[in-house]
C-alpha cells in the first residue's frame, strides 16, 4: 500500500461551491468520504442534524 492509498485529508472551508466539487468529485471517483457542516446557534457553534440527545457526553473533570 502506498501512502496515497492510506492517507486522509481533512478539508475546512466556507466555500460551499468547493465543499460540492469535492464531494461530486469523491462519489464520482469512488472514494469514501464524509463531510460535517457547521452552524453557528446563539453563539455556539453545533453540527447541522445533530439534536441535543445525539451530543456526546461532557463532564467537566474534578479539581
Known amino acids: 500500500m502506498t501512502a496515497a492509498g492510506a492517507a486522509q485529508i481533512v478539508t475546512v472551508s466556507h466555500s460551499r461551491r468547493l465543499v ?9 471517483s469512488g472514494v469514501d468520504h ?16 445533530q ?9 467537566w473533570p474534578s479539581r
Open 20 to 28: 460540492d466539487d469535492l464531494r461530486e468529485h469523491a462519489e464520482q
Open 34 to 49: 464524509q463531510a460535517v457542516e457547521l452552524t453557528t446557534e446563539f453563539g455556539q457553534t453545533a453540527m447541522v442534524g
Open 51 to 59: 439534536r441535543l440527545l445525539d451530543e456526546p457526553s461532557w463532564h
